[in-house]
């Protein structure tokens, strides 16, 4: 399967923002869900935020409710993941995924997402 690409990972500081995007190549990246996982250094990897297909229903976890925000583009095959009031728990890598199924409720669980990009880091300091 076409594998996604993420971009934008980097330092900032606690209480800082950062923006990561992801490309989904392929002409059936709008008919799927799409989301964002984390796995901090030496923990599992979680499901953070999903979106279903047409971009206008949204899942976070609990731990960044309120603070990140997911969306898409399908004119761009993209899916962007907005990060305000980061803390040093975000630390983590982030990965992007395509979901299996359209609906939300079809995305709100690891995993519902059947390929996943090599993920970008982002690092949160005080």
């Known amino acids: 399967q076409v594998q996604p690409v993420e971009s934008g990972g980097g330092s900032v500081q606690a209480g800082g923002s950062l923006r990561l995007s992801c490309e989904i190549a392929?002409?059936?990246?709008?008919?799927?869900?799409a989301g964002w996982s984390r796995q901090p250094p030496g923990k599992e990897r979680d499901l953070v935020a999903s979106i279903n297909w047409i971009g206008n229903e949204t899942y976070y976890a609990d731990s960044v409710q309120g603070r990140f925000t997911i969306s898409r583009d399908n004119a761009k095959n993209t899916v962007t993941l907005q990060m305000n009031s980061l803390t040093l728990e975000d630390t983590a890598v982030y990965y992007c995924?395509?979901?299996?199924?359209?609906?939300?409720?079809?995305?709100?669980?690891?995993?519902?997402?059947?390929?996943w990009g090599r993920g970008t880091q982002v690092t949160v300091s005080s």
């Open positions: 995924g395509k979901g299996w199924a359209p609906r939300l409720e079809d995305a709100m669980e690891i995993d519902d997402f059947t390929s």
């Open positions: 392929g002409r059936t990246f709008r008919r799927y869900a």
